[in-house]
């Protein structure tokens, strides 16, 4: 995708300096910056720490890592991949990535490992990258149906309002995104999207990454409190909703950010499509009840106490937003039932959100 006009990815293999090179996330959107990533400790900070984030772009950070831990002469492919597979414990990519990893490792020899893992982390990028480019065509599609209608039914409707939670953009894959490559694609063609934005508390993803990534792509859109989206579509001013999923069983349930499964509460409650798009890799076909069995991460509660912005000078800083002598809870997901789905938009088509109709890609 585009920042400042040039195309750039979030993370790839630097040939020459021989590092890989990712964007410092925790630093946008005031500050765009490049870093390198030379250790399989390095790739596991940078996963914790957030530096990456969203289910496809940590999966294949994993795999850079088992990479880095090749060329660094680490003995044992199973001991690195339970570092990397402990670092977030909810995006099913994450552990899809490392078996891949692991069982193309098995019986290659140790002098060989370096290189066979560095191609194939390559490989699994390009993959993730051509994926989430058709779950575009395939939300690019929906998104011109339902743009057709409503100029049917409003003839002077001027944009279609779609609602977005947390970042499920290009920073969040390797490239275009998965809920909003079906919008950056509609935009391409010539479609008048509008994107309402929640700010996404604690780390304020939707705030600090979607738009940013919006204003790159010159999209309109709109940054709303995350308790303003059921508001905005009883008063019809949301014609879809499009969110990620970080883990989605075999019958559809969604695990995505926190306060998706409101949304998607009061999206069915207004009639308003909603949408999850995903690579086929964030399907998790060995659960079938996403409450019971998907481990949600709870991360610390600084998240919730404190707030990262510039401050007066421009420097980037934090501030305490809250008293120590309230207790915190820092729940990073939450489970949207499949029958509050309208469909899900994979690289495979459009599904729907239950057992029959992912059994055709079930592997
Ligand atoms: O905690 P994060 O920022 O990694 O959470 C990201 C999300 O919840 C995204 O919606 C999800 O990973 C889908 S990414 C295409």
Known sequence: MQVNGKSIRTIWFDEPAQCVRII??????????????????????AITTMQVRGAPLIGITAAYGVFLAMRAGHESVTQVCQLLRATRPTAVNLQWALIQMESALATVPRQERSAVALVLANRLA??????????????????????????????????????????????????????????????????????????????????????????Q??????????????????????????????????SGDVCNKIGTYLKALAAFDNDVPFYVALPVSTIDFALHD?????????????????????????????????????????YGFDVTPARLVTALITEKGVFGANKESLQAIAP
């Open 24 to 45: 410092d996330q925790t630093r946008l959107p005031h500050h765009f910056e490049i870093i390198a990533i030379d250790s399989l400790e390095q790739a596991c900070e």
């Open 126 to 215: 390009e993959e993730d990258a051509a994926a989430c480019s058709a779950i575009g065509d395939h939300g690019h599609a929906l998104i011109e149906t339902a743009w057709q209608k409503k100029r049917e039914h409003s003839p002077e409707a001027r944009c279609l309002n779609i609602l977005t939670h947390c970042n499920a953009g290009w920073l969040a894959t390797v490239d275009w995104g998965t809920a909003l490559a079906p919008i950056y694609k509609a935009h391409r063609a010539g479609i008048p999207v509008h994107v309402w934005v929640d700010e996404t508390r604690p780390r304020n993803q939707g705030a600090f990454l979607t738009a940013w990534e919006l204003q």
């Open 217 to 250: 792509e010159g999209i309109a859109h709109t940054v709303i409190v995350d308790n303003a989206g059921g508001h905005l579509m009883q008063h019809g001013d949301v014609d879809m909703c499009i969110v990620g999923s970080d883990r989605t069983t075999a």
């Open 290 to 330: 996403g409450v019971r069995e998907i481990p949600i991460e709870q991360r610390h509660a600084h998240e919730v106490s404190h707030m990262q912005g510039l401050d007066a000078l421009g420097q980037l800083t934090k501030i305490q937003v809250m008293t120590e002598a309230s207790a915190v809870s820092n």
